[in-house]
């Protein structure tokens, strides 16, 4: 008998491949086992491999402490993602995470800043999710379970950013009491109430949320952000006269936050596109009829009909049917590929000329698709290594400058009795410039914008420090049709065949051209279709490309 076998056990862990911690757990546990010798967990392909003692262990024996192991896990270990509102910077999500670290039933938070998501781990038996809600609520962000949030989402008609974001609201109204408030003040010779008025609302309208933020900040996580700096250099200012320059200090900063959320909110949108690759619906074959229904309704074995020019919904197996599939969208592949009976067909493809019959294979939520999603997602999550070092980097400079500030405003009218206005009008300016805001935001954003923006392209980076490498890549080999070319065959050149006049031909060509089935017959979107293309005798002697359009 052999000194050590190896087998493959399935696993199901409580959040599957999203909770690394369960995974060291399950790993842990089974090393501990008594004839065990070594252990790798592949949860994303939902296995286990196992290399044991047969003189020790049984195969059988090995499922059963494994399927114990994941039941206790299940039972101890619960995860649920929230989805967060008004996230728009990376500092934000520290401090969430700061404020829910606090709560010791709370075993790991985790913010993504790419998809505003809060994917938490908790003792099931300890936590009331209503506290967490509540904790992140006073913290000043919005947040909602999964569910509630695609419903929410489902029953909004689309808006402008302008018009369903309350920031930008405020920061408007900020900027018209600014402005008013600054034209009253210029037109008088001494500073009164009808100035001071519109200033100081411009300062409460632009300025309550900061502050809010920034004590919610100092009470919850015992840290200082950049809404604490803004906010104590506007008491500051407003502590020492100076309406207007407080009042331009809350306008420009909400302009800035505003113009951020409206960056992220463009990133995280190129994500939600990717899931509208997906139809909603499918049509789902009865003995008797056909019936259509939500695609989350839909099970493992069930007939889908595909009608041609539709999506495929969901991925399956032909069960019934013979047409090509533009995959394009998932392998990225230009030409359609036959598809037969028996062959595995993917959700977001789409059906071209003749109807399918799919059995389906997986849910709505384990399709390609999406995990494609999911993939963005973790990808954006990563970090790369400058936005680790500004992580670190601001953790401690924010705290820095408010005490350089203090220093600035004390230690040069106590040394030397120089005014004190004067000093605690420059410690402010220092305050205000130094804001780290942009440093944090910077590298965060520019990353997740990058990723969003390749993957609406067909182009998935594995995470901020495969997207930094890239930047010191000197040569690049392409070696597919469709990378650096249109991906559609089409028509360079044409000419007449010896003893066929040219003028005679040409009608019948493109009619010839419209009748064929080829699978890659497209008109382009810059170009005539063949149907509405003519030769004219004034023509040069190049041919015309108006009926077939080269690749690039």
Not at 265 to 276: N, P, V
Not at 432 to 447: Q, R
């Amino acid at each position: 008998m052999p000194d050590s076998q190896t087998v493959d056990v399935p696993v199901a862990l409580p959040a599957q491949d999203e909770c690394k911690q369960c995974v060291l757990r399950l790993k842990e546990t089974m090393e501990q086992t008594k004839g065990v010798r070594g252990v790798e967990v592949a949860p994303r392909g939902g296995t286990m491999t196992i290399r044991f003692d047969p003189a020790l262990l049984t195969v059988r024996s090995l499922e059963e402490r494994t399927k114990e192991a994941c039941g206790h896990l299940a039972e101890r270990y619960c995860h649920t993602t929230l989805v967060l509102g008004g996230l728009d910077c990376a500092d934000c999500a520290r401090s969430i995470e700061r404020a829910l670290a606090r709560r010791k039933e709370v075993l790991y938070a985790s913010v993504n800043f790419a998809t505003s998501r809060l994917l938490l781990e908790f003792q099931c038996s300890e936590i009331q999710l209503a506290g967490v809600m509540a904790d992140v609520r006073a913290l000043g962000y919005q947040v909602w379970t999964e569910e509630d949030f695609q419903a929410r989402r489902k029953s909004q008609t689309p808006r402008p950013f302008v018009l369903r974001s309350r920031r930008a609201l405020l920061t408007a109204l900020s900027f018209a009491f600014l402005i008013v408030g600054s034209v009253l003040w210029l037109a008088t010779d001494e500073p009164h109430l009808a100035a001071i008025g519109p200033l100081i609302l411009a300062i409460a309208v632009g300025g309550y949320t900061v502050a809010r933020n920034g004590y919610a900040t100092v009470v919850r996580t015992r840290n200082v952000d950049m809404n604490v700096l803004m906010t104590v250099a506007v008491v500051g200012a407003v502590a020492i006269g100076q309406w207007v320059e407080a009042a331009l200090v809350v306008a420009l900063f909400g302009l800035g936050e505003t113009l951020e959320t409206w960056a992220v909110e463009r990133t995280r949108g190129s994500i939600q596109k990717l899931m509208d690759l997906s139809p909603d619906e499918a049509l789902l074959r009865h003995d008797d009829h056909e019936e259509r229904v939500a695609v989350d309704q839909v099970k493992v074995g069930d007939l889908v009909l595909v009608k041609p020019g539709a999506r495929i919904p969901l991925d399956g197996v032909v069960h019934k049917g013979s047409s090509g599939v533009d995959e394009s969208p998932i392998t990225g592949e230009s030409m359609p590929r036959l598809k037969q009976e028996g062959d595995l067909v993917y959700a977001g493809t789409v059906n071209q000329r003749g109807s399918l019959e799919v059995r389906v294979s997986s849910l709505a939520r384990e399709s390609t698709i999406a995990r494609l999603v999911q993939m963005v997602e973790e990808a954006q999550a990563q970090k790369a290594p400058s936005q680790r070092w500004v992580d670190a980097f601001s953790r401690y400079y924010t705290p820095a400058v408010m005490g350089i500030a203090a220093l600035t405003a004390v230690a040069p009218p106590l040394a030397f009795g120089w005014s004190w206005g004067d000093w605690i009008y420059r410690a402010l300016a220092l305050l205000i410039l130094a804001c780290p805001c942009a440093l944090v935001i910077s590298t965060p954003v520019s990353i997740v914008s990058a990723i969003g923006a390749a993957s609406r392209q067909g182009v998935l980076i594995k995470g901020g420090v495969h997207l930094e490498a890239a930047g010191n890549i000197a040569v690049v080999a392409f070696d597919k049709t469709g990378t650096l070319t249109e991906g559609l065959p089409g028509s360079p050149r044409s000419s007449a065949s010896t003893g066929l006049q040219r003028p005679k031909c040409w009608p019948w060509l493109p009619r010839w051209s419209a009748s064929r089935s080829t699978p890659w017959r497209k008109p382009s979107p810059t170009r005539p279709s063949p149907a509405t293309s003519r030769w004219s005798p004034s023509t040069t002697s190049k041919p015309s490309r108006a009926w077939g359009r080269a690749p690039d």
